[in-house]
Nanobody, 122 residues
Framework: QVQLQESGPGLVKPSQTLSLACSVS??????????WAWIRQPPGKGLEFVGH???????YYVPALKSRTSISRDTSKNQFTLQLRSVTPEDTAVYYC??????????????WGQGTLVTVSS
C-alpha cells in the first residue's frame, strides 16, 4: 500500500521560499507509469495543480507558477520536494502531494497525502 506524507514549515514569510517534502512509502518514485505531483487548495477555493516530476526526473510546472517553482527528488530517501520562491499571501493553501498514474488509457491521481497547511504571513 503506497502512502505519501508531506512535511515542512507551516508558516513562511512573504518573499521567502516555501519548501515541502513528500515521503513515499510502499513504492518507489522511480517506478514506471507513475509521476509525482504537487497540488494545492487555497482557502475557499478549488484544487490547483502545481506540477509534477516523472519517474525519470523530468518536470512539468503549470505556466502561472513556472517561474517560481522547482520540483526535485532524492531517490535515496524516496522523497520528492517542492520549492516555491518569492511567496505572497496568495500562496497560502493546503499543499498536497499525490501519485499520478499515466497510462495509454488514462491519467489520474490515485494516492494522496493528507495535506499540509502553509500560511504566508509576516
Amino acid at each position: 500500500q503506497v502512502q505519501l506524507q508531506e512535511s515542512g514549515p507551516g508558516l513562511v514569510k512573504p518573499s521567502q521560499t516555501l519548501s515541502l517534502a513528500c515521503s513515499v512509502s510502499g513504492g518507489s518514485i522511480t517506478d514506471t507509469y507513475y509521476y509525482w505531483a504537487w497540488i494545492r487548495q487555497p482557502p475557499g477555493k478549488g484544487l490547483e495543480f502545481v506540477g509534477h516530476i516523472t519517474h525519470s526526473a523530468n518536470t512539468y510546472y503549470v505556466p502561472a507558477l513556472k517561474s517560481r517553482t522547482s520540483i526535485s527528488r532524492d531517490t535515496s530517501k524516496n522523497q520528492f520536494t517542492l520549492q516555491l520562491r518569492s511567496v505572497t499571501p496568495e500562496d497560502t493553501a493546503v499543499y498536497y502531494c499525490a501519485r499520478l498514474v499515466v497510462t495509454v488509457e488514462a491519467v489520474y491521481l490515485d494516492v494522496w497525502g493528507q495535506g499540509t497547511l502553509v500560511t504566508v504571513s509576516s
